[in-house]
């Protein structure tokens, strides 16, 4: 999974254990910032931050799921549900 946003690598720690202890590494866009968000076009640039989305991609690099949160936090059912389609696939 890869989140693109500006959260910690501490607070992505506390959303895989929230998440029911998700083992995929997440990425936080710092340095330089917002460079993978723009390349994903979730780059808030009014901001200086990106947009809260979450992109989960598959071993060979391809974008498999992604949506963008106005406010709300992603519903791990959803999430979870996601990367089980990429255990099977």
Same mark, same amino acid.
């Given at each position: 999974?890869?989140?693109?946003?500006?959260?910690?690598?501490?607070?992505?720690?506390?959303?895989?254990?929230?998440?029911?202890?998700?083992?995929?590494?997440?990425?936080?866009?710092?340095?330089?910032?917002?460079? @993978?968000?723009?390349?994903?076009? =979730?780059?808030?640039?009014?901001?200086?931050? /990106?947009?809260?989305?979450?992109?989960?991609? &598959? %071993?060979?690099? @391809?974008?498999?799921?992604?949506? =963008?949160?106005?406010?709300?936090?992603?519903? /791990?059912?959803?999430?979870?549900?996601?990367? &089980? %389609?990429?255990?099977?696939?």
């Amino acid at each position: 999974m890869l989140s693109c946003n500006v959260d910690s690598v501490f607070a992505h720690q506390a959303f895989a254990e929230k998440m029911g202890g998700i083992n995929y590494p997440m990425l936080a866009d710092f340095h330089p910032k917002g460079a @993978v968000a723009s390349q994903y076009g =979730v780059m808030w640039e009014e901001r200086g931050i /990106s947009r809260r989305a979450i992109f989960i991609v &598959d %071993k060979n690099g @391809v974008v498999r799921f992604s949506k =963008v949160y106005e406010g709300a936090l992603p519903e /791990s059912s959803e999430l979870l549900g996601e990367l &089980d %389609k990429l255990k099977t696939n």
